[in-house]
C-alpha cells in the first residue's frame, strides 16, 4: 500500500455511510474509524540496541502519512525536544492526505528526541519521539 491509495480510501470512507472499514492485504492491515481516538501507541519496554545499550520509550505511529510538529493555524509546534508532556497532550499531528489528527501523549513524560523531522512521511510502527518517562508506564 502507498500513501496515495490510503489517501483515496480515506477519500471514500469519509463520504460513507460506515462507521468503519478495515482494510488488509499482503503487507498491511489499515483500519478506519469515525469519531475514533487519536492514532498513536506506546513501546511499552525499553528495547536493547546492537551495543546492548537501552532505548527510550517512544511514541510510535499507528497509520501511514506526514508528521507535523505544529497545527498549521498555530505558530508554535508540539512537538520540541525538553518540552514535559501529561497524558493526553497534544505532542504533534498526523496529516493524512487533507484529514489532520492529532497525537495525543498516552502517558506522561518529557520528549528527549524528534525521531521525524517536521513533514516527514512515516509508516506503521514508526518511531515518532523518544521519551524519558515520569514513573511507571
Not at 39 to 50: D, G, I, K, N
Not at 55 to 67: E, V, W
Request: no cysteine.
Amino acid at each position: 500500500m502507498n500513501v496515495d491509495f490510503a489517501v483515496e480510501l480515506m477519500g471514500w470512507f469519509s463520504t460513507s455511510n460506515q462507521r468503519e472499514l478495515d482494510y488488509k492485504d499482503q503487507s498491511i492491515r489499515l483500519v478506519l474509524k469515525k469519531d475514533a481516538a487519536p492514532v498513536v501507541s506506546v513501546e511499552a519496554a525499553p528495547a536493547l540496541t546492537p551495543d546492548g545499550a537501552a532505548q527510550m520509550p517512544g511514541f510510535t505511529a499507528q497509520a501511514t502519512g506526514r508528521f507535523v510538529h505544529k497545527h498549521p493555524l498555530d505558530s508554535n509546534p508540539s512537538a520540541v525536544t525538553g518540552r514535559q508532556v501529561e497524558t493526553g497532550e497534544i505532542i504533534g499531528f498526523l496529516q493524512i492526505g487533507e484529514v489532520l489528527s492529532a497525537v495525543e501523549a498516552p502517558f506522561a513524560g518529557q520528549i528527549s528526541e524528534i525521531k521525524k523531522p517536521d513533514g516527514a512521511l512515516t509508516g506503521f510502527g514508526d518511531v515518532l519521539m523518544s521519551v524519558v518517562v515520569n514513573g511507571p508506564l
